[in-house]
């Protein structure tokens, strides 16, 4: 029926705007003025309607849900003035959402929705990046655990060229998602771009961790290629007494990026140029 296809939409947490706008009016009417038993059921109902009508740009509709919920819900309660920060949101009102999400954090620190929202307020306006920074830090205190939330630490930092910073956020998301070949791969860059030998150590360890995770990751290929080469340059100039087995290490591992590259690049149009480059590589670190 209506009310269990809207639960399993909200328990599965799928974005279907229209499914839910579709569903909820079969089930309270074109008006949403029909009644249930169950009158938990119907509030829950009128919040996943209106903010699917946000979803949808329906700004009416979504009018109709808060002004419904208005006659039950106190005005003044953390679930009416989040939803309304939301169809704020949806509106364009940034100023006035965003004054809404720093009232509730106000209230409650630990407010993880009002976290995330102020977050993604400030992440969609220029010039607000250290102020983005901050927000996003104030959530993952909360919620400390969310690789997603140090992920996108991550990419935040790197589009402002913290590099260091970058390499720690994304530590973190090794720590929650270590068999993720795409977040070793992007670590060891981060790494491989930092320099300098310790880091180049790491950036090959990470990037042949990608490539052992996923050995048609093309990137992590060429990347570990760059990164160990880049090593052994930098060890070859290096005045400090080096393992001699790391540094063969290094070679081999330059060697198995190569083969595998050329192998997942042989019948194609690029085999020849990718061939050339891998053995001119291969060849100077022997």
């Not at 009417?29 to 699917?52: F, M």
């Not at 509730?104 to 407010?111: Q, Y």
């Not at 996003?136 to 402002?160: H, K, P, T, V």
Request: proline residues 2%; contains cysteine; negative net charge.
């Amino acid at each position: 029926d209506h009310l269990n296809a809207l639960r399993y939409i909200r328990s599965h947490q799928l974005r279907e705007p229209e499914l839910v706008i579709s569903q909820g009016q079969a089930l309270l009417g074109p008006d949403l003025s029909k009644k249930l038993s169950d009158e938990a059921a119907r509030l829950t109902v009128l919040e996943q309607i209106c903010l699917a009508a946000v979803d949808a740009h329906d700004d009416k509709l979504a009018d109709v849900c808060l002004s419904k919920l208005k006659q039950v819900v106190s005005k003044d309660s953390v679930r009416f003035r989040s939803l309304l920060a939301r169809c704020l949101e949806g509106d364009g009102q940034s100023e006035g959402a965003e004054k809404i999400y720093s009232a509730l954090l106000e209230d409650n620190p630990a407010n993880l929705m009002a976290l995330k929202r102020k977050y993604c307020l400030l992440r969609a306006q220029v010039g607000k990046e250290l102020e983005t920074i901050d927000a996003l830090n104030a959530y993952l205190q909360q919620n400390i655990a969310d690789s997603a939330g140090w992920y996108e630490m991550g990419r935040l930092c790197l589009e402002l060229g913290d590099y260091r910073a970058a390499a720690y956020a994304l530590e973190e998301v090794v720590l929650g998602c270590p068999l993720d070949s795409q977040v070793h791969c992007l670590l060891g860059e981060v790494y491989a771009t930092l320099g300098g030998l310790e880091n180049l150590q790491l950036a090959r360890k990470h990037l042949a961790q990608s490539l052992e995770l996923d050995d048609s990751n093309r990137r992590a290929m060429f990347s570990l290629v760059s990164a160990t080469s880049d090593y052994l340059e930098e060890s070859s100039k290096s005045k400090k007494n080096l393992d001699d087995h790391d540094v063969e290490v290094a070679k081999e591992l330059v060697k198995y990026g190569a083969e595998k590259a050329i192998k997942t690049y042989k019948g194609t149009k690029m085999f020849p140029a990718v061939q050339r480059v891998m053995n001119d590589k291969t060849k100077t670190k022997e």
